[in-house]
């Protein structure tokens, strides 16, 4: 398959002389926005002309982001136009907002596509949220970049979403994992026949098994790794060795808590500076987990290839396609003056994400932690009552139990 562009084939002296070039005018491009003209205050834009200069810019975290938006709304001061000088603006949990613009694949989701055959002649179903979040908006903006068609499906409405696929002849899935083995559960059901062959997915892990599952159904599945905040950050390809990080932004793994790079092949926390003159996130921590892996990759693609996403540097954790924080469990512990502690646990069964929620308290009937669970973490799971002091004392809050080998 042709590549996206020169970009990614490029060997690693021509990438980094054009780093040298393209960090600069991106520093100098970010201190037009007031809040990191402050960070950046005492930082010269022509000294940062290498990864190690980067290396040396404070970080910014979301929590960071999140009080700046608080202080300075709606997106605190990190953008380097006025809000109504975007096409749109979402909102993601937290609350935190987001910018975005129509044209020009602004979150870069095209070179993901094209990478996964995606094309003109195709029809995506796209099954991420139009709603208030911009995922169903970046899959929209990358198909159209590659001459796709596309059917903003949205999420649910499974019998819809099977109608719909016969109807006008589906060839590719755009959405979370899990989503797409429903569709065709369901198709299956009621005796449709789909022409769904590909399918581009993130939101959450591909876990293998199902990866496999939709093969042997003949769909090519090909997973991406990206937020509302950074656009695309790397994607995987025919290759299937971790994931090529994208051109549009600049990867470093460093330890967690910390801005300091780890060595190749150590696990560390993924921080990432976007090279994106709107808004011009600079070492932006996303509390995300990975590793640099060595060489290059099969397809011919030269940038950095990462591990794909390998857990929370924090104990944040994404179920069922939405992030569980520690400090969700924590107000559903406020708001019960009974229950000692709480503990949320992800686990898959039936290749789908189940959450149970133990709660630790001598009072009896799950049932009527319901609602503060649903109110609080965003999400429905099982609910099970423990005897107090039963929870494990380890400080966790949060305990991923699905493998992702």
């Known amino acids: 398959m042709a590549h996206y562009d020169e970009l990614e084939t490029r060997d690693s002296e021509a990438r980094e002389k054009a780093l040298a070039s393209a960090l600069p005018a991106a520093i100098a491009r970010a201190k037009a926005a007031p809040a990191l003209a402050e960070l950046l205050r005492e930082v010269d834009p022509a000294a940062v002309t290498d990864r190690a200069a980067l290396a040396r810019l404070p970080v910014i975290r979301k929590a960071g982001l999140s009080a700046a938006q608080k202080a300075l709304p709606p997106l605190g001061g990190y953008a380097t136009r006025a809000l109504t000088e975007f096409d749109h603006v979402f909102q993601s949990p937290g609350p935190i907002y987001e910018p975005g613009r129509v044209n020009g694949d602004w979150w870069r989701l095209g070179r993901f596509l094209h990478a996964s055959g995606v094309g003109r002649g195709d029809i995506v179903q796209n099954c991420f949220g139009y709603h208030l979040t911009p995922?169903?908006?970046?899959?929209?903006?990358?198909?159209?970049?590659?001459?796709?068609?596309?059917?903003?499906?949205?999420?649910?409405?499974?019998?819809?979403?099977?109608r719909a696929a016969v109807d006008i002849g589906t060839t590719c899935y755009a959405g979370t994992p899990d989503f797409l083995k429903v569709i065709l559960d369901r198709a299956d059901e009621t005796g449709e026949v789909l022409a769904i062959r590909k399918a581009v997915v993130g939101g959450g892990a591909l876990f293998p098994s199902l990866r496999q599952l939709y093969a042997d159904r003949g769909i090519v599945t090909r997973q991406c790794y990206a937020t509302a905040d950074l656009g695309n950050i790397a994607y995987e390809t025919e290759a299937l060795e971790g994931m090529i990080v994208d051109e549009g932004v600049i990867v470093e793994i460093v330890r967690p808590g910390t801005g300091d790079p780890v060595p190749e092949g150590e696990v560390g926390e993924v921080l990432v500076t976007t090279l994106n003159p709107d808004y011009p996130l600079i070492?932006?921590?996303?509390?995300?987990?990975?590793?640099?892996l060595a060489g290059t990759s099969p397809c011919g693609r030269t940038n950095?290839?990462?591990?794909?996403?390998?857990?929370?540097?924090?104990?944040?954790?994404?179920?069922?396609g939405m992030f569980v924080r520690p400090e969700q469990v924590a107000a559903l512990v406020s708001r019960h003056p009974d229950v000692a502690r709480a503990r949320v646990i992800a686990e898959r069964q039936g290749e789908m994400d189940v959450m149970t929620v133990q709660l630790e308290t001598a009072q009896d009937g799950a049932e009527r932690f319901e609602p503060s669970?649903?109110?609080?973490?965003?999400?429905?799971?099982?609910?099970?009552?423990?005897?107090?002091g039963s929870?494990?004392?380890?400080?966790?809050?949060?305990?991923?139990?699905?493998?992702?080998?």
């Open 304 to 320: 950095m290839r990462v591990k794909g996403w390998m857990g929370r540097a924090d104990q944040t954790t994404k179920i069922k």
């Open 283 to 292: 070492r932006f921590a996303t509390g995300d987990l990975s590793a640099v």
């Open 135 to 162: 995922a169903g908006m970046m899959f929209e903006s990358g198909a159209r970049a590659v001459g796709a068609t596309v059917l903003p499906a949205g999420t649910g409405q499974t019998d819809l979403q099977v």
């Open 391 to 405: 929870l494990p004392n380890d400080g966790k809050v949060i305990e991923d139990r699905r493998s992702y080998d």
């Open 373 to 388: 669970v649903i109110d609080t973490l965003k999400l429905k799971g099982r609910i099970q009552i423990v005897p107090p």
